[in-house]
């Protein structure tokens, strides 16, 4: 985790550093460089790219143990017009998989309880012999059960960290807004 820090740290002009003192604990220093004001503005929000309009009002499940991740991706969905569900508790998720429909899940594949092939399972007794769409995120892709898990279903599936704007692209692909 500290690695990947680190390079999206220098990635973006600044620094990461560290300082620990034996039994008072460990501070991390993360130093930034202030943005500009072109910058700002070329970081508005803006509707889905070409080849994948929005089409609004789809049901999603965010399913992360991270709750930066869930309100990352959930207001992504908002902006675009969706109706989200963001969960951290993958054993609420798991319920909420059983109980209510969902035009598209998005799943953490690592979590504490239920994991993101628990779900998949999930939703597989519950509504063969079509499955919802699935979009998996994961930091850990050299993982061979991963690997593998990927490969037998044929999953969707975004590293972590990813961009924004790839994130926006693959939702709108998933929930049908066009494009390949």
Do not use: W
């Amino acid at each position: 985790g500290l690695s990947v820090c680190r390079q999206i740290a220098e990635e973006h002009g600044g620094t990461l550093s560290f300082e620990s003192v034996e039994g008072k604990g460990t501070t991390f220093r993360l130093d930034l460089p202030a943005a500009r004001e072109e910058d700002l503005l070329d970081a508005e929000p803006q509707a889905s790219g070409p080849g994948h309009p929005a089409v609004p009002g789809k049901r999603v499940l965010v399913v992360d143990d991270e709750k930066d991740i869930v309100e990352l991706i959930t207001r992504v969905l908002r902006e675009e017009g969706d109706e989200p569900v963001g969960v951290t508790d993958p054993g609420h998720a798991l319920e909420l998989v059983r109980a209510e429909g969902f035009d598209l899940v998005v799943s953490d594949m690592g979590m504490e309880g239920v994991r993101g092939p628990d779900l998949y399972a999930a939703l597989a007794a519950r509504t063969a012999p079509r499955l919802p769409r699935m979009l998996f995120v994961t930091g850990d892709i050299l993982n061979g059960r991963v690997l593998d898990f990927f490969q037998k279903t044929k999953a969707e599936y975004l590293v972590k960290p990813f961009e924004v704007e790839e994130l926006r692209q693959t939702l709108r692909r998933l929930l049908g807004g066009g494009g390949a």
